[in-house]
């Protein structure tokens, strides 16, 4: 069992949708979760990241984690087609302790 | 230069030659990671430095061999690759190795073994 679940999709959804993106683990170690945004022939960009369980907002993004349920999920409201990325989810244990643990990445297209 | 740099974007090579890849970081961090990136499968972590030493070797076989002569610039070194070395080679850094959850990526060398 891989220690980070990720569907690769791909995704593909209408302008203006609400996406969901996911992620279970099996660490139950993991602390620190982070996702990224990576556009074709580009290095992963850091969105946003989330230490424990709960909910983090910015802008149109909202990450949640549920660690009782081992489980992720990043929301993009009001989705644009320049949200046309590869999104992946990371984890890592406690600080400087463990390796950031990367999902397979899930490809999403916003349709205009 | 702002953010991470990584020269050159685009490599080709055979089997027998030697190449380099660079990365250079322009944010005053400490850290700096290798990671690799094949097609339909997760980032792996090949090399970390912290403070200039090496902490983490993950198991990358030796025709991959890092250096790290200061913290902002870290190197690559390739030798005798195979064609399932064909990936898209990135660095990343953090503040130091504590704060580990927030890398900052350079763009990538996408290499072709051939």
């Known amino acids: 069992q891989k220690e980070v679940e990720q569907d690769p999709g791909p995704l593909s959804v209408p302008e203006g949708a609400i996406v969901s993106l996911n992620c279970t683990y099996s660490?139950?170690?993991?602390?620190?979760f982070m996702w990224y945004r990576q556009y074709s022939r580009k290095g992963p960009e850091l969105l946003m990241y989330t230490y424990s369980s709960g909910n983090k907002e910015d802008g149109r993004f909202t990450a949640q984690v549920d660690k009782s349920s081992k489980y992720i999920s990043l929301f993009i409201r009001d989705s644009q087609p320049s949200d046309s990325a590869t999104y992946l989810c990371?984890?890592?244990?406690?600080?400087?302790?463990?390796?950031?643990?990367f999902g397979q990445g899930t490809r999403l297209t916003i349709n205009p | 230069e702002t953010g991470v740099t990584q020269t050159p974007r685009h490599l080709v090579m055979g089997m027998t030659n030697k190449k380099s890849l660079k990365c250079e970081q322009h944010l005053g961090h400490n850290a700096m990671y290798w990671y690799k990136q094949s097609a339909k499968k997760p980032l792996e972590l090949m090399f970390v430095?912290?403070?200039?030493?090496?902490?983490e070797n993950n198991s990358v076989p030796s025709r991959f061999s890092p250096e790290c002569p200061n913290s902002s610039h870290l190197f690559l070194h390739l030798h005798t690759l195979q064609p399932e070395d064909s990936a898209l080679y990135l660095c990343?850094?953090?503040?130091?190795?504590?704060?580990?959850?927030?890398?900052?990526f350079g763009p990538g060398t996408r290499l072709t073994v051939t």
């Open positions: 990343a850094s953090s503040q130091d190795r504590r704060n580990t959850y927030e890398q900052y």
């Open positions: 660490n139950s170690a993991f602390q620190y």
């Open positions: 430095y912290n403070f200039k030493e090496q902490t």
């Open positions: 990371a984890m890592s244990a406690l600080q400087g302790a463990q390796k950031l643990v």
